[in-house]
């Protein structure tokens, strides 16, 4: 089933002239004289993501529709490509996610936590040596998606697939937060570590309490004893959101991290958030 329907022409030059529009400079050297400047590498990584194939099929897939789409005849060799990719840090690319995400007219943000695959073992492999697909390695992210326009707002990405979502909030709560209310899971709940900081950073959080029988007067936090007056279950509601972007990223693009190193598989990470906010921005 195809998750996005989107025109790859448009896509294209969507994303040129949104490059142009924050100021991505576009060659790396004083000289100037690279043969694909950075913005045709990073559109180029936008349809690598959608394409989601191998470096080998994704020059073969792209070559026909390099003059109608690139003006050039010239198709880049795959180790230029990835060497030109090399060349991109992830934190450049979470800063493309974030400027990205902007001007949705969104009220509501939904912060929630997913995991992607760095194997793709078939099941009948797993069968054959006794491998459980459950178990097999991860990388943890944190994804917050604005309910109204579908953008990630931000996203944040780490090696250790057991780390708690509460220990993401310091570094998510940038500017997008200010005016907003920021919805989350139970696992979330806290004065502390979430509401406070959300509230510092000029929202307010919504996230249910773990237990529901507990009176108000001894529920600890301010803000966690005003949700247990009065329940915020209209903004709530659009929680499930943030999971149904989670789901169109790994059905639209594939649910496994390509790279060896956290890095690399960072890279990938957000380059998969970035072409889905473009999608997002090409839709009517």
């Known amino acids: 089933m195809k998750t996005y329907a989107i025109n790859i022409k448009k896509l294209v030059s969507t994303t040129f002239r949104f490059l142009r529009f924050i100021g991505v400079k576009k060659h790396l050297s004083k000289t100037k004289n690279e043969r694909y400047d950075v913005h045709t590498v990073l559109v180029l990584y936008v349809l690598y993501c959608l394409a989601d194939k191998s470096y080998e099929r994704f020059v073969k897939l792209v070559e ?70 459950e178990r097999e390695p991860n990388r943890k992210a944190t994804i917050v998606t604005g309910t109204r326009s579908l953008r990630i707002l931000d996203a944040i990405i780490h090696k250790d697939h057991h780390r708690c979502g509460l220990d993401d909030i310091p570094k998510l709560m940038n500017t997008w937060v200010r005016g907003k209310t920021v919805v989350a899971d139970t696992e979330f709940d806290a004065e502390d570590r979430f509401h406070q900081i959300v509230l510092a950073a000029g929202g307010k959080g919504v996230a249910p309490l773990r237990h529901e029988n507990i009176p108000v007067h001894r529920t600890l936090g301010a803000r966690r004893k005003q949700l247990r007056r009065v329940w915020s279950g209209r903004s709530y509601h659009r929680r499930c959101l943030a999971e149904t972007t989670n789901s169109m990223i790994k059905r639209g693009m594939g649910e496994t991290l390509r790279g060896r190193t956290i890095g690399q598989q960072a890279r990938h990470f957000y380059a998969k958030c970035f072409t889905h906010n473009m999608l997002m921005r090409c839709s009517p």
């Open 64 to 133: 026909p529709c390099m003059q109608e789409l690139f003006k050039t005849k010239r198709v880049p060799a795959r180790s230029t490509l990835w060497y030109a990719w090399r060349r991109i840090p992830p934190r450049f690319l979470r800063w493309l996610v974030q400027q990205s995400g902007r001007g949705g007219r969104d009220r509501t943000a939904a912060l929630d936590p997913t995991h992607f695959q760095i194997s793709r073992p078939s099941v009948a492999y797993c069968k054959r040596t006794g491998r459980k697909l």
